[in-house]
């Protein structure tokens, strides 16, 4: 082990060999292509989520019940496993039975689609909720109007539905940042997973653990920056609480 003076050696941190900044930033950019991809999969899925438990059949509504309560109850360790090994396997099964053979599987991809799975579950009900918080005077009135549902949807429902769901959406969106770390466990080279081999090839685990946390905190601080400025230009004109 490295002795107490050694600790801090920064220039392990050099971007160039034989530091390992580059290793941690190149890591980082893997963690922050997952969150994207993931969050963004899991908000189609939460608004088609969202929608098929309010308005779907009731075979609809059961299915996606089962869903999201199944994801919300398994530990998201224990889903992205099962999503990683068992998904791929499934795709190359079924792959084999077309006669294509097996598929090799980026582990950009399959992270994304675990990621954006476990966020469906969540936005689904951050959206329904939303939905149901706007008032029913309003979209009786616009039908009133003579309003289509598609004029319903964009021009009542979802500028009134926005700033009920930007809490909850901005939380999981940070969830996700987070839950890329999760993906080391099945070898995928993000921020977390790098760190380790950083700080297991150095021994310098207190210098590269706290360097991922910088980065993490840095792009919860951006984040929070961004989603402000989204709150405040969807609340505006609604009354602040007192």
């Known amino acids: 082990m490295a002795d107490a003076g050694s600790l801090i050696n920064w220039s392990l941190l050099a971007l160039e060999p034989p530091g390992w900044g580059g290793v941690l930033l190149l890591g980082f950019v893997n963690s922050i292509q997952i969150a994207v991809g993931g969050y963004a999969l899991g908000l189609g899925l939460g608004t088609g989520g969202a929608f098929g438990k309010l308005y779907g059949g009731a075979v609809t509504k059961d299915l996606l019940e089962v869903y999201t309560t199944v994801v919300r109850a398994v530990p998201e360790l224990v889903l992205i496993l099962i999503l990683y090994y068992a998904g791929t396997d499934v795709l190359n099964q079924l792959s084999a039975a077309l006669g294509f053979g097996s598929v ?50 964009r021009r009542i429902t979802l500028p009134a539905m926005l700033p009920h769901a930007i809490p909850g959406l901005s939380n999981l969106w940070l969830i996700a940042t987070k839950d890329t770390a ?61």
Do not use: C, W
Not at 116 to 138: D, F, H, M, N, W
Not at 185 to 196: C, D, K
Not at 216 to 224: F, G, I, K, P
């Open 104 to 153: 090799d599987i980026s582990g950009l991809a399959a992270g994304i689609f675990v990621i954006g799975v476990v966020q469906g579950a969540y936005s689904t009900e951050v959206l329904r909720g939303a939905i149901k918080a706007v008032p029913a005077g309003q979209i009786e009135a616009a039908r009133a109007y003579g309003m289509s549902p598609l004029q319903i949807l």
């Open 182 to 242: 999760l993906l080391a466990v099945v070898g995928f080279s993000e921020l977390t997973l790098v760190t380790r081999q950083a700080a297991g090839a150095t021994k310098h685990y207190l210098l590269f653990f706290l360097a991922a946390g910088v980065l993490y905190l840095a792009l919860t601080l951006a984040s929070n920056v961004v989603i402000g400025i989204i709150e405040r230009h969807y609340r505006r004109g609604m009354a602040e609480p007192a």
